[in-house]
């Protein structure tokens, strides 16, 4: 199978290459190739005489002057990383990785350091067999700009973000070009992209095809591993491969970096540790059992540096990006409580853990960076349920902060007494493009700064019909929202991403809601406060 390079200035793969690719025995289904026996495989291709890259290259955690470059192999192989300020590779640095195995199926990460601070670099990958180097196959080729230097004249920052991928059983629809939110975002040039979680669907299996109320026909792509809910290790691999069968995601993923956090999707809907599951769909009903293999396969599929100082495998971490930013990203799952509905006065729960509410303070009171963003997977004051219980931060309760709001009361309290200025909250998971602003002067808990919260989404996944209703104690206001009147598919539109651009020279950061096709549905410009 041929080998596709991808270079920023363009998109070398055809809207039908990924079909095309596909292995020997593709069902056809309703017209469009199904590709089963080419994504359900564990290379994911057909084994030639050289190892090969199966799902293109990623780039992320981009920071200080290093970054973490991602692929996959369709055997056992050592991974090379070459990078180079130059896209023709005259002063490229060759960097041997890892041999992947099928114990990570065969996936591999190279930390890339010493790179040029703000700089574009360019990065292939390939991979030799480790018994003999010059069986090496094709390289895939991509691109990314380096963190800025903390101390050289700043530049404008441009990022986007968003959430919820694949979701409620709408996957790649080839006919339809494949997920092309993503070209969308990669159009507009961000130095990185945040995904908010939900980055796979392990509990939304596929349909070939789903026919819609109004009679029109959704076709995706269907593999082995997404056509049931995911279980096994293998099947939460699966999903993560499923989404890197699209064209615009492998292109993105390229030359965009990443910055990743997980939900509750990457392992099932609404999860807690220590539940016990009634879902006649599972086998395993244990979800600490399903969470420890989403979390493998989550590290083993995205570009992150999962080793920390005080515990490994934290997903909740802190990118520096030079002096204009500081991204904080949150993990509101693996350390929450169990959804109940109950209204605690004392902290005794919580959605983030006593080490990550520490570490956060501490963080957002040391950081030097003029933003500050809190990259949350869930909204802070949208009244999230799951049945009966709370599922979110926000319980329903307008009164003072109660159950898993004492967590976030006690971060922003520090923040004002701490006189950190210029904090945005960044998230995804309801579903639409929202934006909040909470003020003390609403709220029933007053220790505390204003603030703005944004909210885009989804990516490929249905649209939530109306905006949730928000939680009195923090003071929101709902100042912009987009939504459909009725639950839609992405055949509607209704799919969103948040761009942020900070502008050097003031130092003024600027929102903008976006849907799939690039309008821009709602902005707004923040001036930045001196401390």
């Known amino acids: 199978m041929p080998t596709h390079e991808y270079l920023s200035s363009s998109r070398l793969l055809g809207r039908r290459s990924l079909l095309a690719a596909g292995a020997a025995g593709a069902a056809v289904v309703g017209g469009l190739t199904a590709s089963r026996a080419y994504a359900s495989s564990s290379s994911g291709l057909v084994l030639s005489g050289r190892p090969e890259v199966s799902h293109g290259v990623q780039v992320g955690d981009v920071v200080g002057r290093s970054a973490v470059v991602w692929a996959r192999a369709d055997r056992t192989a050592q991974m090379v990383v070459e990078v180079a300020r130059d896209p023709r590779f005259h002063d490229a640095r060759r960097v041997r990785g890892p041999v992947v195995t099928p114990d990570s199926d065969f ?103 789903v026919t819609l109320p109004d009679g029109r026909v959704w076709h995706n792509l269907v593999t082995e591993e997404k056509s049931k809910v995911a279980e096994t290790l293998a099947e939460y691999r699966g999903n993560f491969r499923y989404n890197l069968l699209d064209e615009n995601v492998r292109a993105f993923a390229a030359e965009v970096p990443g910055i990743y956090q997980w939900d509750d999707h990457e392992v099932r809907n609404n999860w807690y540790p220590g539940q016990i599951l009634t879902d006649d769909r599972y086998t395993e009903k244990r979800v600490d059992v399903l969470a420890a293999r989403a979390r493998q396969s989550f590290f083993e599929y995205l570009p992150i540096d999962n080793q920390s100082a005080d515990e490994a495998g934290r997903i909740y971490r802190r990118i520096s990006y030079g002096p204009l930013l500081d991204v904080f990203v949150l993990d509101m799952r693996t350390y929450r409580d169990a959804n109940s509905p109950e209204l605690n006065t004392e902290p005794n729960g919580g959605i983030l853990g006593r080490r990550q509410t520490e570490w956060l303070k501490r963080g957002l009171a040391g950081s030097k960076a003029l933003w500050k963003v809190v990259a949350a997977d869930m909204p802070i004051g949208l009244v999230v349920p799951d049945g009966a219980n709370i599922e979110g931060v926000a319980n329903n309760d307008p009164g003072a902060p109660k159950g898993r709001e004492l967590e976030i009361a006690e971060v922003l309290r520090h923040l004002q007494r701490h006189a950190v200025r210029n904090t945005v909250w960044v998230t995804a998971d309801v579903h639409y493009a929202a934006a909040h602003h909470y003020d003390p002067s609403r709220a029933v808990f007053q220790d505390f700064d204003p603030f703005w919260e944004f909210v885009a989404g989804p990516l490929n996944a249905g649209t939530t019909t109306r905006p949730y209703k928000l939680d009195a104690t923090f003071g929101p206001e709902l100042v912009y929202a987009k939504n459909p009147s009725a639950l839609v598919s992405p055949l509607d539109g209704y799919q969103f991403f948040g761009q942020v651009d900070i502008d050097a020279a003031s130092g003024a950061l600027t929102v903008a809601l976006r849907d799939a096709p690039g309008a821009t549905l709602w902005s707004t410009r923040l001036e930045a406060q001196r401390s």
């Open 107 to 209: 996936t591999g990460h190279v930390r890339i350091n010493g790179l040029a601070a703000g700089e574009l670099h360019w990065y292939r990958v390939s991979f030799q067999d480790p018994a003999d180097a010059r069986r090496t196959g094709a390289a895939v080729t991509g691109s990314f700009r380096a963190a800025p230097d903390q101390h050289r004249p700043r530049r404008d920052i441009r990022f986007v973000w968003s959430g919820d991928m694949v979701g409620q059983g709408w996957g790649i629809n080839p006919g339809l070009g494949g997920i092309e939110i993503f070209e969308t975002m990669r159009q507009a040039k961000p130095d990185f992209f945040l995904h908010s979680g939900d980055t796979i669907y392990a509990d939304g299996p596929l349909k070939e095809t």
